[in-house]
């Protein structure tokens, strides 16, 4: 099992709740700023999580396949729905960031002045 998935099991849930937004505010001093680095993360991982996807179920795939071979592939279901029960990149991005950790830092306005 990788990284993330074993991270992602451990520390979420896949339940939504609201979030203060006060303390996402507070992580940077814009909320539009850290709504930027949650959304850049979650990109992130869902590309992560769709290449691992990607990987897996290409062990499955044969250019000929028959009727029967599809609906006999429950390893191949079982991995789409174990895939489809994690939980949502944005909620991780989220949690990642309310936990610090996720580095970001602000470029330099005056680099090119």
């Known amino acids: 099992m990788s990284k993330l998935r074993r991270q992602l099991s451990a520390n979420t849930s896949n339940n939504v709740e609201t ?4 303390e ?3 992580k940077t001093g814009n909320l539009y700023e850290s ?7 979650a990109s992130q991982i869902n590309i992560s999580l769709r290449e691992e996807l990607h990987n ?6 044969s250019h000929t396949d028959s009727l029967e071979e ?6 191949q279901i079982e991995i789409s729905r174990a895939y489809e029960r994690m939980p949502n990149p944005a909620l991780l991005a989220t949690q990642e960031f309310l936990e610090d950790k996720i580095y970001h830092r602000k470029p330099d306005n005056d680099l090119f002045s």
Request: hydrophobic residues 40%.
């Open 19 to 22: 979030k203060n937004l006060l």
């Open 35 to 41: 709504i930027s680095i949650i959304a850049k993360r």
């Open 24 to 26: 996402i505010k507070g």
């Open 70 to 75: 599809i609906h006999e592939n429950k390893e």
């Open 56 to 61: 897996k179920l290409e062990e499955f795939a």
